[in-house]
Protein backbone atom coordinates (compact mmCIF):
# COMPACT_ATOMS: atom_id res chain seq x y z
CA UNK A 1 0.00 0.00 0.00
CA UNK A 2 1.56 3.30 -1.40
CA UNK A 3 1.41 5.88 1.86
CA UNK A 4 0.73 9.35 1.61
CA UNK A 5 3.02 11.38 -0.81
CA UNK A 6 4.07 14.95 -0.40
CA UNK A 7 5.74 17.70 -2.80
CA UNK A 8 8.09 19.11 -2.76
CA UNK A 9 10.05 17.45 -0.39
CA UNK A 10 12.12 21.09 0.64
CA UNK A 11 12.06 24.88 -0.43
CA UNK A 12 13.27 27.57 -0.41
CA UNK A 13 11.78 31.38 -0.94
CA UNK A 14 12.50 35.03 -0.15
CA UNK A 15 9.56 36.40 2.27
CA UNK A 16 6.62 38.15 0.05
CA UNK A 17 6.74 35.00 -1.80
CA UNK A 18 4.01 32.78 -3.41
CA UNK A 19 4.50 29.04 -2.05
CA UNK A 20 2.76 25.71 -2.63
CA UNK A 21 2.35 22.39 -1.35
CA UNK A 22 0.82 19.23 -2.76
CA UNK A 23 -0.52 16.07 -0.98
CA UNK A 24 -1.54 12.79 -1.91
CA UNK A 25 -3.04 10.85 0.87
CA UNK A 26 -3.65 7.03 0.74
CA UNK A 27 -5.73 5.60 -1.08
CA UNK A 28 -9.53 5.19 -0.13
CA UNK A 29 -8.82 7.91 2.97
CA UNK A 30 -11.86 9.99 3.10
CA UNK A 31 -9.90 12.65 5.85
CA UNK A 32 -7.30 14.92 5.19
CA UNK A 33 -5.38 16.74 7.73
CA UNK A 34 -2.56 19.64 7.23
CA UNK A 35 -0.17 20.60 10.02
CA UNK A 36 2.52 22.78 10.47
CA UNK A 37 5.77 21.63 12.39
CA UNK A 38 7.87 24.37 13.33
CA UNK A 39 11.72 23.58 14.37
CA UNK A 40 11.26 21.99 18.23
CA UNK A 41 7.89 21.77 18.26
CA UNK A 42 4.60 19.35 18.08
CA UNK A 43 2.67 19.42 15.28
CA UNK A 44 -0.15 21.90 14.90
CA UNK A 45 -3.07 21.21 12.76
CA UNK A 46 -4.17 23.82 10.13
CA UNK A 47 -6.85 22.38 8.02
CA UNK A 48 -8.60 19.02 8.29
CA UNK A 49 -10.61 17.91 4.97
CA UNK A 50 -13.55 15.23 5.10
CA UNK A 51 -13.68 14.54 1.19
CA UNK A 52 -13.99 17.24 -0.09
CA UNK A 53 -15.57 19.75 2.95
CA UNK A 54 -13.57 21.29 5.13
CA UNK A 55 -14.19 20.24 8.75
CA UNK A 56 -12.28 22.72 10.83
CA UNK A 57 -9.74 25.57 9.65
CA UNK A 58 -9.87 27.09 12.73
CA UNK A 59 -6.35 27.55 13.10
CA UNK A 60 -5.11 28.38 9.61
CA UNK A 61 -3.97 31.64 9.10
CA UNK A 62 -6.77 32.76 6.22
CA UNK A 63 -4.98 36.56 5.31
CA UNK A 64 -2.21 34.18 3.62
CA UNK A 65 -2.78 30.75 3.93
CA UNK A 66 -5.15 28.87 1.77
CA UNK A 67 -6.16 24.85 1.23
CA UNK A 68 -8.23 22.80 -1.42
CA UNK A 69 -9.34 19.22 -1.96
CA UNK A 70 -11.30 19.80 -5.29
CA UNK A 71 -12.23 16.69 -5.59
CA UNK A 72 -11.76 14.48 -2.43
CA UNK A 73 -8.38 13.13 -3.18
CA UNK A 74 -5.75 15.41 -3.41
CA UNK A 75 -4.91 18.68 -1.37
CA UNK A 76 -2.63 21.59 -2.21
CA UNK A 77 -1.92 24.16 1.25
CA UNK A 78 -0.72 27.59 -0.73
CA UNK A 79 0.91 30.34 1.44
CA UNK A 80 0.90 33.78 -0.25
CA UNK A 81 2.53 35.99 0.61
CA UNK A 82 4.70 33.89 2.93
CA UNK A 83 6.57 35.48 6.61
CA UNK A 84 9.85 34.69 7.90
CA UNK A 85 7.56 32.70 10.59
CA UNK A 86 6.06 30.27 8.01
CA UNK A 87 9.22 28.61 8.26
CA UNK A 88 8.59 24.96 9.71
CA UNK A 89 7.81 21.25 8.14
CA UNK A 90 4.41 20.98 6.62
CA UNK A 91 2.79 17.48 7.29
CA UNK A 92 0.09 16.24 5.04
CA UNK A 93 -1.57 13.28 7.03
CA UNK A 94 -4.73 10.89 6.12
CA UNK A 95 -6.72 8.70 7.75
CA UNK A 96 -9.90 6.21 6.66
CA UNK A 97 -12.35 7.10 8.73
CA UNK A 98 -13.51 10.25 11.27
CA UNK A 99 -12.99 8.70 14.61
CA UNK A 100 -11.00 9.24 17.42
CA UNK A 101 -9.03 6.00 17.79
CA UNK A 102 -8.48 5.92 14.13
CA UNK A 103 -4.94 6.07 13.09
CA UNK A 104 -3.53 8.95 10.68
CA UNK A 105 -0.93 8.29 8.46
CA UNK A 106 1.92 11.20 7.99
CA UNK A 107 3.60 11.69 4.73
CA UNK A 108 7.60 13.04 4.87
CA UNK A 109 6.48 16.35 4.74
CA UNK A 110 7.81 19.35 3.17
CA UNK A 111 10.84 21.70 4.82
CA UNK A 112 9.92 25.10 4.29
CA UNK A 113 12.55 28.05 4.64
CA UNK A 114 11.84 31.68 4.50
CA UNK A 115 14.54 34.09 3.87
CA UNK B 1 -9.45 23.49 25.08
CA UNK B 2 -6.81 20.46 25.70
CA UNK B 3 -3.71 20.58 25.98
CA UNK B 4 -0.55 18.09 26.03
CA UNK B 5 2.82 18.50 27.83
CA UNK B 6 5.74 16.80 27.71
CA UNK B 7 7.95 17.39 30.40
CA UNK B 8 11.36 16.22 28.99
CA UNK B 9 12.69 18.05 25.95
CA UNK B 10 15.59 14.65 26.02
CA UNK B 11 16.53 11.89 27.21
CA UNK B 12 18.64 9.19 26.46
CA UNK B 13 18.80 5.50 27.65
CA UNK B 14 21.53 2.73 27.17
CA UNK B 15 20.97 -0.10 24.41
CA UNK B 16 19.00 -2.96 25.56
CA UNK B 17 17.35 -0.88 28.98
CA UNK B 18 14.51 0.36 29.83
CA UNK B 19 13.00 4.22 29.39
CA UNK B 20 9.90 5.80 30.36
CA UNK B 21 9.08 9.03 28.53
CA UNK B 22 6.04 11.26 30.51
CA UNK B 23 3.18 12.77 29.21
CA UNK B 24 0.01 15.12 30.69
CA UNK B 25 -2.63 15.96 29.04
CA UNK B 26 -5.61 18.20 30.20
CA UNK B 27 -9.33 17.88 29.11
CA UNK B 28 -12.66 18.18 29.99
CA UNK B 29 -13.87 15.66 27.96
CA UNK B 30 -14.50 12.14 28.88
CA UNK B 31 -14.14 10.27 25.88
CA UNK B 32 -11.00 10.81 24.27
CA UNK B 33 -8.26 8.71 22.61
CA UNK B 34 -4.12 9.22 23.34
CA UNK B 35 -1.35 8.42 21.26
CA UNK B 36 2.58 8.19 20.99
CA UNK B 37 4.08 8.98 17.53
CA UNK B 38 7.57 8.24 16.66
CA UNK B 39 9.79 11.00 14.58
CA UNK B 40 12.84 9.21 13.42
CA UNK B 41 15.63 11.94 12.10
CA UNK B 42 14.84 12.70 8.52
CA UNK B 43 11.57 10.18 8.75
CA UNK B 44 8.12 10.56 8.71
CA UNK B 45 6.10 9.95 12.05
CA UNK B 46 4.74 6.98 12.67
CA UNK B 47 2.23 5.59 15.22
CA UNK B 48 3.65 3.60 17.92
CA UNK B 49 0.74 2.80 20.48
CA UNK B 50 -2.75 4.06 20.96
CA UNK B 51 -5.23 4.01 24.14
CA UNK B 52 -8.82 4.34 24.05
CA UNK B 53 -9.88 6.47 27.35
CA UNK B 54 -12.83 4.13 28.39
CA UNK B 55 -10.28 1.07 28.18
CA UNK B 56 -8.91 0.36 31.83
CA UNK B 57 -6.25 -2.18 30.76
CA UNK B 58 -3.27 -0.08 29.82
CA UNK B 59 -2.21 -1.00 25.56
CA UNK B 60 1.03 -2.34 24.99
CA UNK B 61 2.20 -3.48 21.21
CA UNK B 62 5.49 -5.62 21.53
CA UNK B 63 8.47 -3.71 23.64
CA UNK B 64 6.14 -0.65 23.78
CA UNK B 65 3.35 0.04 26.71
CA UNK B 66 1.80 2.45 28.32
CA UNK B 67 0.94 3.87 31.55
CA UNK B 68 -2.73 5.16 31.38
CA UNK B 69 -4.07 7.35 34.55
CA UNK B 70 -6.89 8.51 34.06
CA UNK B 71 -7.77 10.28 36.97
CA UNK B 72 -4.26 12.14 36.99
CA UNK B 73 -4.32 13.27 33.09
CA UNK B 74 -1.31 10.75 32.79
CA UNK B 75 0.03 9.00 29.69
CA UNK B 76 3.47 7.55 29.92
CA UNK B 77 5.29 5.32 27.20
CA UNK B 78 7.64 2.68 28.44
CA UNK B 79 9.98 1.30 26.16
CA UNK B 80 11.55 -1.69 26.98
CA UNK B 81 15.04 -3.43 25.91
CA UNK B 82 15.65 0.00 23.87
CA UNK B 83 17.39 -0.50 20.80
CA UNK B 84 19.06 2.07 18.23
CA UNK B 85 16.59 2.11 15.92
CA UNK B 86 14.17 3.85 18.98
CA UNK B 87 16.47 6.85 18.46
CA UNK B 88 13.72 9.57 17.06
CA UNK B 89 11.15 12.05 18.45
CA UNK B 90 8.70 10.69 20.63
CA UNK B 91 4.76 12.85 20.56
CA UNK B 92 2.60 12.30 22.85
CA UNK B 93 -1.13 13.38 21.21
CA UNK B 94 -4.53 13.65 21.89
CA UNK B 95 -8.01 13.66 19.95
CA UNK B 96 -11.40 13.85 20.58
CA UNK B 97 -14.85 12.99 18.47
CA UNK B 98 -16.38 16.05 19.52
CA UNK B 99 -13.01 18.03 17.61
CA UNK B 100 -13.28 16.01 14.20
CA UNK B 101 -10.39 13.80 15.55
CA UNK B 102 -7.59 16.07 14.88
CA UNK B 103 -4.55 15.15 17.01
CA UNK B 104 -3.18 17.81 19.30
CA UNK B 105 0.38 17.12 19.94
CA UNK B 106 2.75 17.70 23.00
CA UNK B 107 6.35 19.81 22.61
CA UNK B 108 7.88 16.36 21.75
CA UNK B 109 10.97 13.92 23.92
CA UNK B 110 13.78 13.09 21.82
CA UNK B 111 15.59 10.22 22.61
CA UNK B 112 18.78 8.82 22.34
CA UNK B 113 19.83 5.14 22.75
CA UNK B 114 23.45 5.20 22.93
CA UNK B 115 25.30 1.72 22.23
Known amino acids: EAGVAQSPRYKIIEKRQSVAFWCNPISGHATLYWYQQILGQGPKLLIQ????????DSQLPKDRFSAERLKGVDSTLKIQPAKLEDSAVYLCASSLVLAGVTEQFFGPGTRLTVL | AQTVTQSQPEMSVQEAETVTLSCTYD???????LFWYKQPPSRQMILVIR??????QNATENRFSVNFQKAAKSFSLKISDSQLGDTAMYFC????????????FGGGTRLMVKP
Open chain 2, 27 to 33: TSENNYY
Open chain 2, 51 to 56: QEAYKQ
Open chain 2, 93 to 104: AFSTNNAGNMLT
Open chain 1, 49 to 56: FQNNGVVD
